[in-house]
């Protein structure tokens, strides 16, 4: 298995899919295909396991919804913010391509890694909280972009500064 150093995410109009294009360290790449079913479920997993650290490192678990969502608004706004665009992957005709099967997540302190199953192999990448929120970011405008269902994405990714103020208005 080799861990994923580097990566960006295309949506692919003419495939009406996601690539999500990866390097290792040893500057190999992989383009990880993803459809529109995978990606999905790979958002469904990963937004109610997003871990809140910034903004509200103790906001108790049985908060009420709109705190929650105000919450992960601003957790959301710092990622965007802080999020600095670099050279994209770059594929080749040497680079490895597949359909992604299966993704696995597990969880860590610092945030969460993710394993892409496709033809036999596997790729991981750790992400700290950070990064994956601006994965997400990055992926819920390319679901706009292709024209996709977003009823999968939670409004404070959408408009994280709506649910930002509306913790104002509740405090």
């Given at each position: 298995?080799?861990?994923?150093?580097?990566?960006?995410?295309?949506y692919?109009?003419?495939?009406?899919?996601?690539?999500?294009?990866?390097?290792?360290?040893?500057?190999?790449?992989t383009?990880?295909?993803?459809?529109?079913?995978?990606?999905?479920?790979?958002?469904?997993?990963?937004?109610?396991?997003?871990?809140?650290?910034?903004?509200?490192?103790?906001?108790?678990?049985?908060?009420?919804?709109?705190?929650?969502?105000?919450?992960?608004s601003?957790?959301?706004?710092?990622?965007?913010?802080?999020?600095?665009?670099?050279t994209?992957?770059?594929v080749?005709?040497?680079?490895?391509?597949?359909l992604?099967?299966?993704?696995?997540?597990t969880?860590?302190?610092?945030?969460?890694?993710?394993?892409?199953?496709?033809?036999?192999?596997?790729?991981?990448?750790?992400?700290?909280?950070?990064?994956?929120?601006?994965?997400?970011?990055?992926l819920?405008?390319?679901?706009?972009?292709a024209?996709?269902?977003?009823?999968?994405?939670?409004?404070?990714?959408?408009?994280?500064?709506?649910a930002?103020?509306?913790?104002?208005s509740?405090?």
């Amino acid at each position: 298995m080799a861990d994923i150093k580097k990566f960006s995410l295309v949506y692919d109009a003419a495939e009406d899919r996601i690539a999500w294009d990866t390097e290792d360290a040893e500057g190999g790449g992989t383009r990880l295909w993803l459809t529109q079913r995978m990606c999905r479920e790979l958002v469904g997993a990963v937004i109610p396991r997003l871990p809140k650290t910034a903004a509200a490192p103790d906001i108790a678990p049985d908060a009420a919804p709109e705190q929650e969502a105000a919450v992960q608004s601003w957790e959301q706004a710092a990622a965007a913010s802080n999020h600095i665009r670099t050279t994209g992957v770059r594929v080749s005709p040497e680079t490895t391509a597949g359909l992604v099967s299966a993704v696995h997540i597990t969880p860590s302190n610092a945030g969460m890694a993710l394993t892409f199953d496709f033809a036999g192999q596997q790729r991981a990448i750790a992400m700290d909280a950070m990064a994956i929120r601006q994965a997400m970011n990055v992926l819920h405008g390319l679901f706009v972009a292709a024209n996709w269902p977003t009823d999968v994405w939670p409004g404070w990714i959408a408009q994280p500064v709506t649910a930002a103020a509306n913790l104002r208005s509740l405090n």
